[in-house]
């Protein structure tokens, strides 16, 4: 498999919130990673801490912490802690841990430092992946991306008591959701993920036509000025396309990036670059994501 294949996967999921538009390695659900690491070794893609991995401060939690630092932390106190969250089974059987490393068998495993996390509802973390209601492959839900959940550690579990906040909006039968889930974010180059879903709550099919192989885009304004968007130093396929989400089905798109912004509060827009209808009908827009963010 090529590294470039590698890098254009993200599968579809399964939150309770609806099925997952097919596996990941297809062309249904897309991850973008620009700056992370990916090792191949002995045919398993690590995904691991060059895509993140602590340092931030975080102005509620102090210091996000790394999975190892969390492991040693005091019980008790608030922390923040970046990993990418890996669960098995599904249900009330499903179990979490917050992982250092990510290894990118299919379904991926966690691997190096794993932390157990408890009081986590899968459903409020946009843009996972998973292979829950496959018959053919094991249970397994986790993030295309490295993520921050702030909580306290008791008894060696975290109890999540925070996670990146999330802007929704609906379009027709289509919810689209948009979240920073790399918060708190830094300036000064680091890395950055921006996470996006769109379920499908309708009972017929919706097609998405895509103008170029660009998906998403996310852009950071001050005073109505733009100071970053993810999109300016990128180059894309030039080819129109049309996805089709099954009803019930979500699809996930992920960003990666990094982030050379000032310090400071930024308006954020995020936005689906795509058209909804079907061939031959007036194409509707998916409706833009607003947030506030703070960049420390």
């Known amino acids: 498999m090529e590294l470039d ?8 999921k399964d939150r309770g919130r609806g099925s997952r538009a097919t596996p990941a390695y297809s062309a249904r659900g897309y991850a973008i990673w620009s700056s992370c690491l990916l090792l191949i070794l002995g045919g398993i893609v690590v995904f691991g801490a060059a895509c993140g991995g602590g340092g931030q401060r975080d102005p509620a939690y102090g210091t996000v912490l790394t999975v190892e630092q969390a492991l040693a932390a005091q019980p008790g106190e608030p922390i923040s802690v970046t990993g990418a969250i890996v669960a098995t089974g599904s249900g009330a059987d499903m179990q979490m841990v917050l992982a250092s490393v990510l290894l990118e068998s299919y379904p991926p495993q966690a691997g190096g430092a794993m932390l157990p996390v408890a009081g986590l509802d899968s459903a409020s973390l946009v843009g996972l992946s998973s292979t829950v209601g496959r018959p053919d492959l094991s249970p397994v839900t986790w993030s295309d991306y490295w993520l921050t959940l702030h909580g306290v550690i008791k008894n060696g579990i975290l109890e999540v008591q925070g996670v990146p906040q999330v802007a929704e909006a609906s379009s027709g039968d289509l919810q689209v959701r948009f979240s920073p889930v790399s918060e708190p974010l830094t300036a000064g180059g680091t890395a950055v993920w921006w996470a ?20 998403a885009d996310v852009v950071l304004s001050r005073d109505g000025v733009e100071k970053y968007r993810w999109s300016a130093d990128k180059v894309f396929t030039q080819a129109l396309e049309t996805v089709t989400v099954a009803s019930g089905e979500i699809l996930p798109i992920v960003l990666n990036d990094e982030l050379m912004v000032e310090a400071g509060r930024y308006d954020l827009r995020a936005t689906i670059v795509a058209a909804v209808g079907p061939d031959g ?14 960049v420390y």
């Open 5 to 12: 294949d590698l890098a254009s996967r993200c599968c579809s």
């Open 196 to 215: 996006f879903d769109i379920q499908n709550m309708g009972a017929g099919a919706a097609d998405l036509t895509f103008s170029s192989g660009q998906r």
């Open 281 to 294: 009908a007036e194409p509707s827009l998916l409706p833009e994501l607003n947030l506030t963010v703070t």
